[in-house]
């Protein structure tokens, strides 16, 4: 049995394969395209994904979809209509894209793929409950659900046994923490949908000031975590932005103007929105525990890669274990969709795995060859030297430990917005001067961003304060006491981000302003060479973690390809790059000269 599952037209559009149950392949479309957080079609994704399972478009089963658009379609026009005439605006620009295509969504997919098989359409909100819960190592757990808005529902609460979920609870837009999350990354400068992730880092720089007066005029919130918003501050149900001049004046002036300098204010608001997010989540974890009775937890949704929010939720126990979707927000409905199809519409039953979930450490990407490699770097003449079998551990963790930053390259992509040490750049941990090389000569991003450990998941305890594994770098948890640099008393009196000069701990590099690191840990079952390349590291150094950063610069999706890798490698300042077998010194190469990529197509059959 057959399943692809597609999500699309929103953003981080994506497309995965079930077979008989089990994840064959899971790919975001922005990796093939190269267009960060690609909302097409996931053409090149699906093609991807056949691919990788022997397939045929006419070998598929079923196809499914991972919302309804004319439930979708409803809550919109619904809105517009609401706050009309304001929402004409709004409605005239949205109303082509929909009567062009979205609507049409079922003899798009068919045009699409050239599927003439059945179609399923699960809610949004059904999608990532299912992502959550049925690759999870739990039999029975509760489902929390969190993001901006699906079809109405903005977050739910449910609870999965055996091979079916049932939503109990939801949350309906316009109310919605995600909204409320995305309105503040829009004030901060930064973009929606994309730049959320960047007040979460920025937050720990900044004091609450405003948490406050979020409370007191912009949110209702209840003990349950339901919330209301007052639409007097907010510009997205009729306008073309998120919030309005009322918003604006109530935070002392206009949103920041992208790019220009960050200021104490824009780092309190930032802690503001992230501690009222925090409590937002652990209300509604509290309710979700209360009403469901079980004792574990699963998370879904674009709000569920707050991992200082995850990481509250654990450190509080409401619950014994939590499970969170690696790609927790639309890419990962894609998945949802088609094990919902395959356990809960076909009826197939399920058995959990306890302690190993089956999203096979979420590498579930494309992966290159030795031989493949090889073919492209000789027929380009990129000088290189092809390292014995074994030895791509050992050269590389010799390198790290001299302070070489390093493209490594390896395997199956990784699916979901982090690197997990297979498209990943790294270096050493204990250098203090690691994350503002990284950041600035590598990244090309703001100087604030931490960056996560990847530290042996056996080891995990002689750095971390965590009483879990963290495969999908989705919690953040402090670093553990005996490690941390007391401050000084010039140091405590640093403000804003020149905190960022004051060493924290005797792993620098990873440790955030807060004592807090937003980890990964390796496990050897899960990804056997990067597993390796870390203990090799900790036989030369004593040290088990090392710095980990996705494989890519600031703007640009993670790589996927060679070519893409060897290109990032030469554009920034990295010293060297490991493809495979093949070790690349950057000053073995020569000039580095533009050009159109060299790719490999995959193609629909």
């Known amino acids: 049995m057959n399943i692809l599952g597609i999500s699309a037209y929103y953003h981080d559009s994506a497309a995965a394969l079930v077979q008989d149950g089990r994840i064959t392949a899971a790919a975001q479309e922005e990796r093939f395209t190269r267009k960060r957080h690609d909302a097409d079609f996931p053409i090149h994704a699906a093609a991807y994904c056949l691919e990788a399972g022997g397939l045929k478009v006419s070998d598929l089963d079923f196809v499914a979809f991972y919302d309804k658009p004319f439930l979708k379609f409803e809550r919109?026009?619904?809105?517009?209509?609401?706050?009309?005439?304001?929402?004409?605006?709004?409605?005239?620009m949205a109303a082509p894209l929909w009567m062009k295509g979205k609507i049409w969504m079922k003899s798009d997919i068919r045009k699409r793929l050239g599927y003439e098989g059945p179609l399923l359409f699960p809610e949004h909100h059904e999608s990532h409950a299912a992502s959550a819960f049925f690759p999870s190592p739990f039999q029975e757990a509760a489902i929390l659900t969190l993001d901006g808005v699906g079809e109405w529902a903005t977050a739910s609460i449910g609870e999965g046994?055996?091979?079916?979920?049932?939503?109990?609870?939801?949350?309906?837009?316009?109310?919605?923490?995600?909204?409320?999350?995305?309105?503040?990354?829009?004030?901060?400068?930064?973009?929606?949908?994309?730049?959320?992730?960047?007040?979460?880092?920025?937050?720990?720089?900044?004091e609450p000031r405003y948490a406050d007066l979020i409370y007191k005029e912009l949110v209702d919130l209840k003990e349950d975590g339901s919330l209301k918003l007052n639409q007097d501050y907010f510009d997205y149900c009729a306008g073309l932005a998120m919030t309005n001049a009322k918003f604006h004046k109530l935070f002392g002036g206009p949103p920041r103007k992208p790019e220009s300098e960050l200021t104490q204010k824009e780092m309190d608001l930032a802690a503001s929105v992230q501690a009222v997010a925090e409590e937002t989540m652990l209300r509604m974890a509290r309710h979700a525990k209360k009403i469901t009775g079980l004792k574990d937890l699963c998370l879904a949704g674009g709000v569920a890669l707050n991992c200082v929010g995850n990481g509250r939720i654990l450190r509080e126990g409401i619950f014994d274990r939590l499970w969170i979707q690696p790609a927790s927000g639309d890419a990962g409905g894609a998945l949802g969709a088609a094990l919902l199809a395959w356990h809960q519409y076909l009826g197939n039953e399920?058995?959990?795995?306890?302690?190993?979930?089956?999203?096979?450490?979420?590498?579930?990407?494309p992966s290159f060859s030795d031989e493949h490699i090889g073919a492209w770097i000789t027929e380009r003449g990129i000088p290189h030297r092809r390292l014995a079998a074994g030895e791509a551990a050992k050269e590389t963790a010799a390198l790290l430990s001299r302070g070489q930053v390093v493209g490594w390259f390896q395997g199956r992509m990784e699916f979901g917005p982090r690197a997990l040490g297979n498209r990943s750049i790294i270096g050493d941990a204990r250098d203090p001067g690691m994350q503002s090389r990284m950041n600035l000569k590598?990244?090309?991003?703001?100087s604030f961003r931490p960056f996560a450990p990847s530290v042996l998941a056996e080891r995990c305890q002689e750095y971390f304060d965590i009483p879990?594994?963290?495969?999908?770098?989705?919690?953040?948890?402090?670093?553990i006491e005996s490690r941390r640099h007391p401050m000084t008393a010039e140091q405590k009196d640093l403000w804003g981000i020149a905190r960022l000069n004051a060493p924290r701990s005797d792993l620098p590099a990873v440790t955030h302003v807060d004592y807090s690191a937003r980890l990964q840990t390796v496990n050897q079952a899960d990804n056997p060479l990067y597993h390796e390349l870390i203990s090799e590291f900790s036989k030369l150094t004593g040290c088990g973690v090392i710095v980990n950063t996705s494989f890519n610069v600031r703007g640009e999706p993670i790589v996927c390809r060679p070519e893409e890798?060897?290109?990032?490698?030469?554009?920034?300042?990295?010293?060297?790059?490991?493809l495979g077998s093949f070790l690349l010194d950057k000053k073995d190469q020569g000039e580095y000269k533009e050009g159109k990529a060299w790719m490999k197509e995959f193609a629909l059959d």
């Open 442 to 446: 590598i990244k090309f991003r703001e």
């Open 350 to 365: 399920r058995t959990a795995s306890e302690g190993r979930d089956s999203q096979q450490g979420s590498l579930l990407g």
């Open 161 to 206: 046994r055996g091979h079916t979920i049932r939503i109990t609870k939801e949350l309906r837009f316009p109310h919605s923490l995600g909204l409320l999350y995305c309105a503040f990354t829009y004030y901060t400068g930064f973009k929606v949908n994309s730049g959320e992730y960047k007040v979460m880092g920025l937050a720990p720089y900044g």
């Open 565 to 578: 890798a060897y290109a990032c490698f030469m554009r920034t300042q990295m010293d060297y790059l490991v």
């Open 468 to 479: 879990c594994e963290s495969p999908y770098m989705l919690l953040t948890a402090p670093v």
């Open 76 to 92: 919109m026009l619904t809105t517009y209509l609401a706050y009309a005439p304001r929402g004409l605006r709004s409605f005239a």
